[in-house]
Protein backbone atom coordinates (compact mmCIF):
# COMPACT_ATOMS: atom_id res chain seq x y z
CA UNK A 1 0.00 0.00 0.00
CA UNK A 2 2.76 2.34 1.27
CA UNK A 3 4.77 2.11 -2.61
CA UNK A 4 1.18 2.21 -4.20
CA UNK A 5 1.03 5.77 -2.05
CA UNK A 6 4.56 6.74 -3.06
CA UNK A 7 4.04 5.71 -7.36
CA UNK A 8 0.51 7.94 -7.09
CA UNK A 9 2.30 11.09 -4.98
CA UNK A 10 4.86 10.09 -7.82
CA UNK A 11 3.10 10.53 -10.77
CA UNK A 12 1.34 13.31 -9.28
CA UNK A 13 4.15 15.45 -9.32
CA UNK A 14 5.08 14.86 -12.75
CA UNK A 15 1.95 15.60 -13.66
CA UNK A 16 2.44 18.95 -11.85
CA UNK A 17 5.81 19.65 -13.26
CA UNK A 18 4.52 19.09 -17.11
CA UNK A 19 0.95 20.92 -16.68
CA UNK A 20 2.25 23.80 -14.13
CA UNK A 21 3.97 26.01 -17.66
CA UNK A 22 0.16 25.58 -18.94
CA UNK A 23 -1.33 27.98 -16.29
CA UNK A 24 1.48 30.57 -16.56
CA UNK A 25 1.53 31.10 -20.42
CA UNK A 26 2.05 35.00 -20.48
CA UNK A 27 3.83 35.03 -16.94
CA UNK A 28 7.03 36.22 -17.47
CA UNK A 29 6.52 37.63 -21.10
CA UNK A 30 7.52 41.17 -21.39
CA UNK A 31 5.11 43.45 -23.14
CA UNK A 32 6.94 43.27 -26.75
CA UNK A 33 6.67 39.53 -26.65
CA UNK A 34 3.07 39.69 -25.97
CA UNK A 35 2.80 42.57 -29.44
CA UNK A 36 4.84 40.69 -31.56
CA UNK A 37 2.74 37.32 -30.72
CA UNK A 38 -0.57 39.69 -30.98
CA UNK A 39 0.90 40.66 -34.61
CA UNK A 40 1.12 36.62 -35.53
CA UNK A 41 -2.10 35.79 -34.56
CA UNK A 42 -3.83 38.25 -36.47
CA UNK A 43 -2.22 37.29 -39.40
CA UNK A 44 -2.88 33.58 -38.54
CA UNK A 45 -6.65 34.71 -38.30
CA UNK A 46 -6.60 37.05 -41.58
CA UNK A 47 -5.38 33.72 -43.55
CA UNK A 48 -7.97 31.32 -42.06
CA UNK A 49 -10.56 34.30 -43.30
CA UNK A 50 -11.63 34.70 -39.56
CA UNK A 51 -13.43 38.10 -39.12
CA UNK A 52 -13.93 37.33 -35.56
CA UNK A 53 -10.42 36.07 -34.59
CA UNK A 54 -8.80 39.44 -36.42
CA UNK A 55 -12.25 41.66 -34.94
CA UNK A 56 -10.61 40.40 -31.29
CA UNK A 57 -7.17 42.38 -31.59
CA UNK A 58 -9.13 45.84 -32.69
CA UNK A 59 -9.93 48.20 -29.89
CA UNK A 60 -14.17 48.82 -30.03
CA UNK A 61 -12.90 52.41 -29.93
CA UNK A 62 -11.15 52.24 -32.79
CA UNK A 63 -10.77 55.60 -35.16
CA UNK A 64 -8.17 55.76 -38.17
CA UNK A 65 -7.58 58.89 -40.38
CA UNK A 66 -9.49 58.14 -43.07
CA UNK A 67 -13.02 58.05 -40.21
CA UNK A 68 -13.18 54.25 -40.13
CA UNK A 69 -14.33 52.81 -36.83
CA UNK A 70 -14.94 49.12 -35.66
CA UNK A 71 -17.90 48.71 -37.69
CA UNK A 72 -16.03 50.04 -40.60
CA UNK A 73 -12.89 47.56 -40.24
CA UNK A 74 -15.57 44.59 -40.27
CA UNK A 75 -17.07 45.99 -43.12
CA UNK A 76 -13.91 45.81 -44.56
CA UNK A 77 -12.38 42.39 -43.58
CA UNK A 78 -15.63 41.04 -45.35
CA UNK A 79 -15.81 41.93 -47.98
CA UNK A 80 -11.87 41.51 -48.23
CA UNK A 81 -12.51 37.95 -47.35
CA UNK A 82 -15.72 37.79 -50.12
CA UNK A 83 -13.63 39.00 -52.80
CA UNK A 84 -10.37 36.91 -52.30
CA UNK A 85 -9.10 33.37 -51.78
CA UNK A 86 -6.30 31.47 -50.65
CA UNK A 87 -5.07 34.77 -48.63
CA UNK A 88 -1.19 34.37 -47.22
CA UNK A 89 0.01 37.05 -45.10
CA UNK A 90 3.72 37.27 -44.66
CA UNK A 91 4.21 39.38 -41.02
CA UNK A 92 7.67 40.86 -42.18
CA UNK A 93 9.37 43.21 -39.50
CA UNK A 94 7.96 44.77 -36.49
CA UNK A 95 9.15 47.84 -34.61
CA UNK A 96 8.44 48.31 -31.14
CA UNK A 97 8.46 52.15 -31.40
CA UNK A 98 7.18 52.53 -27.56
CA UNK A 99 5.14 51.20 -24.76
CA UNK A 100 3.86 53.00 -22.37
CA UNK A 101 1.23 51.23 -20.50
CA UNK A 102 -1.29 51.06 -21.60
CA UNK A 103 -0.82 52.04 -25.03
CA UNK A 104 2.10 51.19 -27.38
CA UNK A 105 3.29 52.02 -31.05
CA UNK A 106 4.45 50.01 -33.67
CA UNK A 107 5.37 49.62 -36.87
CA UNK A 108 4.69 46.32 -39.23
CA UNK A 109 5.35 45.42 -42.73
CA UNK A 110 3.67 42.41 -43.89
CA UNK A 111 3.96 40.96 -47.75
CA UNK A 112 -0.05 40.21 -48.59
CA UNK A 113 -0.96 37.97 -51.47
CA UNK A 114 -4.55 35.68 -52.30
CA UNK A 115 -5.43 33.78 -55.73
CA UNK A 116 -3.21 30.71 -56.56
CA UNK A 117 -2.06 28.24 -54.03
CA UNK A 118 0.89 29.46 -51.70
CA UNK A 119 3.15 26.79 -53.46
CA UNK A 120 2.83 28.07 -56.86
CA UNK A 121 3.48 31.71 -55.70
CA UNK A 122 6.56 30.73 -53.93
CA UNK A 123 7.90 28.41 -57.24
CA UNK A 124 7.36 31.45 -59.28
CA UNK A 125 8.43 34.26 -56.96
CA UNK A 126 5.45 35.94 -56.01
CA UNK A 127 5.30 38.02 -52.58
CA UNK A 128 2.35 39.81 -53.47
CA UNK A 129 1.93 43.50 -51.94
CA UNK A 130 3.95 44.98 -49.16
CA UNK A 131 2.20 47.57 -46.46
CA UNK A 132 3.84 49.26 -43.73
CA UNK A 133 1.24 49.66 -40.74
CA UNK A 134 1.97 52.19 -38.02
CA UNK A 135 -0.25 51.04 -35.03
CA UNK A 136 -1.12 52.73 -31.86
CA UNK A 137 -2.58 49.99 -29.59
CA UNK A 138 -4.02 49.70 -26.29
CA UNK A 139 -3.79 47.21 -23.75
CA UNK A 140 -7.39 45.94 -22.67
CA UNK A 141 -7.25 44.00 -19.77
CA UNK A 142 -4.83 41.40 -21.00
CA UNK A 143 -5.07 41.55 -24.77
CA UNK A 144 -3.38 44.25 -26.76
CA UNK A 145 -5.55 45.65 -29.43
CA UNK A 146 -5.40 48.43 -32.57
CA UNK A 147 -6.93 51.79 -31.56
CA UNK A 148 -5.55 53.54 -34.40
CA UNK A 149 -3.87 52.31 -37.43
CA UNK A 150 -2.57 54.16 -40.96
CA UNK A 151 -1.08 51.88 -43.38
CA UNK A 152 -0.12 52.10 -47.00
CA UNK A 153 1.00 50.20 -49.73
CA UNK A 154 5.26 50.23 -50.02
CA UNK A 155 7.51 49.18 -53.23
CA UNK A 156 9.89 46.50 -52.66
CA UNK A 157 12.80 49.22 -52.10
CA UNK A 158 11.29 50.58 -48.97
CA UNK A 159 11.12 47.84 -46.74
CA UNK A 160 12.91 47.96 -43.81
CA UNK A 161 16.24 45.51 -43.77
CA UNK A 162 14.62 43.33 -41.36
CA UNK A 163 11.88 42.99 -43.58
CA UNK A 164 14.49 42.28 -46.55
CA UNK A 165 16.25 39.88 -44.61
CA UNK A 166 13.02 38.08 -43.92
CA UNK A 167 11.52 37.78 -47.27
CA UNK A 168 15.04 36.56 -48.49
CA UNK A 169 14.03 33.45 -46.38
CA UNK A 170 10.93 33.24 -47.68
CA UNK A 171 11.44 33.65 -50.99
CA UNK A 172 14.86 33.36 -51.57
CA UNK A 173 15.25 33.75 -55.15
CA UNK A 174 13.58 37.11 -55.27
CA UNK A 175 15.70 39.79 -54.79
Not at 116 to 142: C, H, M, N, P, T
Not at 165 to 173: C, D, E, S, T, Y
Amino acid sequence: MKQKTQVSRFVFYVFLFLTMPLLFVNCGKSEEELILKAVDQIGDYAEERNIDGVLNFISTDYADDESRTYADIEELLTEYFDRYRGIVVNVLATKIIKIELPQAEIETELALSSGAAKLFRKAVRYSGQFYRFDLSLIKEGEKWRCKHAYWEVIPLEDLLPESVKILRAIFPNLL
